[in-house]
């Protein structure tokens, strides 16, 4: 019985070659997953090639296409698909997983496809399915296939949902399947900390690593992290603004999951029930969100929590809006920090 069926055209394009390949690194139970399931698929290999002639080493990867007949949140143009949440879905639903509906829908423009990309298009895509993002001041991107799977945060979000079919690494199904949230290589050490000097994952990714994995557990009653250093969990070596942003995050999804952020954190040191110099004093999501609101209050930065209700904080709302200090924070992490800071905020 054929396990797979190899693209049987080659292609090179902006500096990548796709070709065919032979062999996958998917594990026993996801395969056996995805031949049972009908419809079969197809794998291509892509060899991101260097523009500098002299570069000795090049990368290459596998993507596996799967045929995705489900019902999907939105109809878009050709050319247009679905990353984030919705791609995660449709990679779970494949490997045979119930999903909640996501509560964010992120899309993007690939060239391969030749999709229309003119300004009015996208930016009626972003202003009817991404509000949020179009709100500010972002919108749907541009990325070549190889592009956009080179730049992912984390392995399991390496999905895309393009014109009926799910593409994936098959690195991607197998953190799915385990439901493992682990950062790509090109995040990894890909933020400086001054405070320890070390090198380590984007603050902001850190703590979504932690919610995401929450939430996967909530959901299917298993999950795991791996690839954060243990140094990133002292609050001390990080902007208090992105633990902020999480917690709020994690509000906007339900008390359960903030419960369930804020007792991780307990276990991993971050905060605590009694007095330590290394941790957050906090003895509650609600307790956590407040002392959070106490230090940048203190630095010069409140922030204000718009997912906990009756919370008491007595700050500004007109000149420290979260827009503006993002924007402060962002730029710290730019400069102070080292970091190689991207748009990481539209797929949170």
């Known amino acids: 019985m054929e396990k797979y069926k190899a693209v049987s055209e080659n292609v090179k394009k902006d500096n990548h070659e796709i070709e065919p390949t032979s062999s996958l690194n998917l594990n026993e139970e996801v395969l056996k997953k995805l031949q049972n399931r009908g419809g079969g698929f197809r794998v291509e290999k892509i060899i ?20 995705f007949t489900e019902k999907l949140p939105a109809t878009l143009p050709k050319g247009y698909g679905f990353s984030g949440g919705v791609a995660r879905n449709a990679a779970l639903q494949a490997l045979g997983h119930d999903v909640m509906p996501p509560r964010d829908i992120d899309i993007v423009a690939i060239t391969d496809a030749h999709p229309d990309t003119t300004p009015a298009i996208r930016d009626e895509l972003a202003k009817k399915y991404m509000q949020d993002d179009y709100a500010r001041g972002h919108g749907v991107r541009i990325e070549s296939l190889a592009e956009y799977f080179s730049t992912r945060d ?4 390496e999905v895309l949902l393009l014109d009926d079919e799910l ?14 949230v682990q950062p790509t290589q090109y ?9 320890f000097e070390e090198e380590g994952l984007h603050p ?16 299917y009653g ?10 990133q969990w002292d609050y001390k070596g990080m902007p208090l603004f992105f633990l902020a942003l999480a917690l709020d995050k994690a509000y906007q999804k339900g008390d359960a999951l903030a419960t369930r952020f804020y007792t991780k954190l307990l276990e991993l040191g971050t905060v605590s029930s009694s007095y330590t110099k290394e941790s957050i004093l906090a003895h509650s999501p609600r307790d956590l969100a407040l002392q959070i609101s106490y230090k940048m209050q203190e630095r010069g930065d409140p922030f204000c929590f718009q997912n ?7 700050f ?3 000149e420290n809006t979260d827009e503006t200090i993002y924007e402060r924070y962002r730029k710290l992490a730019d400069t102070y920090t080292g970091s190689k800071y991207k748009d990481i905020e539209n797929e949170y």
Not at 53 to 64: F, P
Not at 154 to 157: G, H, P, T
Not at 187 to 195: H, I, L, V
């Open 222 to 231: 298993h999950g795991d992290m791996s690839g954060i250093k243990e140094w």
């Open 187 to 195: 995040e990894s050490d890909s933020w400086r900390s001054y405070t």
């Open 167 to 180: 593409i994936t690494t098959p690195e991607a199904l197998n953190d799915l399947e385990k439901k493992l």
């Open 204 to 219: 902001k990714l850190v703590w979504k690593a932690v919610l995401l994995s929450e939430e996967l557990k909530m959901m």
């Open 316 to 318: 500004a709302q007109t």
């Open 154 to 157: 984390f392995v399991l979000n």
């Open 308 to 314: 906990i209700s009756n919370i008491e904080n007595n």
């Open 48 to 67: 991101r090639t260097s523009p500098d002639k002299e570069a000795s080493t090049n990368e290459s990867y596998s993507l596996v296409h799967i045929p």
